[in-house]
């Protein structure tokens, strides 16, 4: 038997990166898995995967979504829970970066990275959280950032969203606690990711990388992989997570010591 034998698992950001990786681990370990990304392409992959492995004919379905709108946000969740039956876990994968000296950071960047990463992460959660409560044990993962706590220069946006995912899970853990729900954040930081490798057009083309004291890993030698991310989320949302709330896990190999 695997520890997530038929749990019931919705995630976002399921096209590439942390968020497929996650996917791929949580179908190995058992769970049925409702994955969406606003990637219909990355996500036809993320399934190819999956059916490749033997993990996703008959428990995974994916949708596109794009976590920052509402009505999406709640057609999709609430078809995800009618087909599965319920639902045990979220993780809130789904993340933008767009960098710009802060001085000449646009209202318009500035929104659609809160929209996407902070208001995106409430919208999915808010959905879910009666499916969740329902079971008793629901767990919620979501991603935060290292940016949330050390200097990422050129990203006040991005470090702005991650930041209030951080604050948001706290008090969600606290609020939820005598309901049986857990809520932990995840905080990676060099990772290799459809972030970290597209981050020189991400960011200014001036950008002082000086201004970055510290971006190698103590340990590896080189950005860690996905993988090891999605073991993490596999330990939160299964028993072996069961008491773990209202806290964060820094997985970054060292980098921000």
Not at 89 to 114: F, Y
């Amino acid at each position: 038997m695997k520890r997530l034998d038929n749990r019931r698992i919705f995630i976002t950001g399921a096209a590439s990166g942390i968020g497929r990786a996650t996917t791929l681990r949580l179908l190995a370990e058992g769970a049925h898995v409702v994955a969406t990304d606003v990637a219909e392409e990355g996500l036809a992959e993320t399934a190819a995967l999956a059916t490749k492995a033997g993990t996703g004919d008959d428990r995974l379905n994916t949708a596109v979504l794009d976590v920052s709108d509402e009505n999406a946000v709640n057609t999709v969740v609430a078809d995800a829970v009618t087909r599965l039956g319920g639902l045990d876990a979220l993780v809130n994968v789904a993340g933008m970066l767009r960098g710009a000296h802060t001085h000449e950071c646009s209202l318009d960047l500035w929104n659609r990275v809160i929209a996407v990463n902070l208001t995106g992460t409430f919208l999915v959660t808010r959905a879910a959280l009666p499916a969740l409560l329902e079971t008793g044990q629901g767990v919620v993962v979501n991603f935060s950032s290292t940016s949330a706590q050390f200097a990422h220069p050129f990203m006040a946006a991005y470090s702005a969203s991650k930041g209030g995912i951080l604050s948001f899970t706290h008090s969600i853990a606290q609020e939820y606690a005598k309901h049986g729900l857990r809520a932990v954040n995840i905080n990676p930081g060099s990772i290799s990711s459809g972030i970290t490798e597209n981050i020189f057009s991400l960011v200014p083309e001036d950008t002082d990388w000086n201004l970055f004291t510290k971006l190698t890993p103590a340990i590896g030698e080189g950005f860690g992989s996905p993988d090891t991310v999605a073991g993490v989320v596999a330990m939160l949302v299964s028993d072996d997570g069961a008491f773990i709330t209202g806290t964060e896990i820094r997985i970054d190999g060292g980098t921000h010591q």
